[in-house]
């Protein structure tokens, strides 16, 4: 079972990052991804396999939220989550992530080295609810929000990562350099001075010669190779304009 969760923490990860929205992996343990995402939010986001009580539910809103993580929670929905078409009891877990989540959950499946996450909908108001599994989800629609809740044993604001909307249309697609334009602080609108006036800025702060922190080399490979791509592709869409 772990190494299925690891197969499916990996093939999410490719997923995201595939997506342009991803700026840097900071963690991937697995069960928990800790991403960061190029408008600068913090995403956690919990895999969960095996039955979760309630007081790490809620233990773990909170404790993100006090970080100023946004919380993401995906079920093993084979092992975890009420087949689709069945009146189901809500487990006590359940109450706040549905307060959450807006009455679905996220479920996964996984294939082998692939995963497909999908809403899973409690239809209801009363304690029994009838599940409805929904089409699998475009992960690029990740998105963050705070939100006060009252319910469900909830009781102040929220930082919830989740996937919108799933009839909304299609977000258009990511620029192709966009966490290239987010290392260094700018936007794709940047004009050539702007983007020279970012580097330098970064490399006074991050060179080696001027900066003792061990990750200080790292960091400035990682915005020299960001820079150099940016003006190629810059250079070249000014020559074809």
């Not at 989550?81 to 109450?95: F, N, R, S």
């Not at 629609?141 to 009839?167: I, K, Q």
Request: net charge neutral; hydrophobic share 35%.
């Amino acid at each position: 079972m772990r190494t299925e969760t690891y197969f499916a923490s990996a093939a999410l990860v490719t997923q995201l990052e595939g997506t342009g929205a991803v700026a840097h992996v900071h963690h991937d343990g697995g069960d928990i991804i800790h991403i960061e995402l190029v408008g600068g939010e913090h995403v956690l986001i919990h895999l969960i396999e095996s039955s979760i009580p309630l007081p790490e539910v809620l233990g773990t809103l909170d404790a993100n939220r006090d970080h100023r993580y946004y919380t993401l929670f995906l079920f093993w929905a084979d092992r975890l989550l009420p087949p689709p078409g069945e009146t189901h009891a809500l487990e006590a877990w359940m109450q706040p992530l549905l307060a959450v989540y807006g009455d679905r959950l996220y479920g996964y499946e996984v294939h082998g080295r692939q995963m497909h996450v999908f809403p899973v909908y409690f239809d209801g108001t009363s304690s029994l609810r009838r599940t409805r599994y929904g089409p699998y989800l475009d992960v690029s629609r990740l998105t963050c929000r705070r939100e006060r809740l009252s319910r469900g044993g909830l009781d102040g604001l929220y930082y919830v990562a989740d996937f919108g909307d799933p009839h909304a249309p299609p977000a258009p697609p990511p620029h192709p350099l966009t966490a290239e334009y987010a290392r260094l602080g700018i936007t794709p609108a940047a004009d050539l001075k702007t983007i020279k006036l970012a580097y330098r800025r970064l490399a006074r702060r991050f060179h080696p010669d001027v900066n003792r922190d061990p990750g200080a080399h790292l960091h400035m490979q990682q915005i020299n190779d960001a820079y150099r791509r940016i003006v190629h592709a810059y250079i070249r869409e000014q020559r074809q304009a």
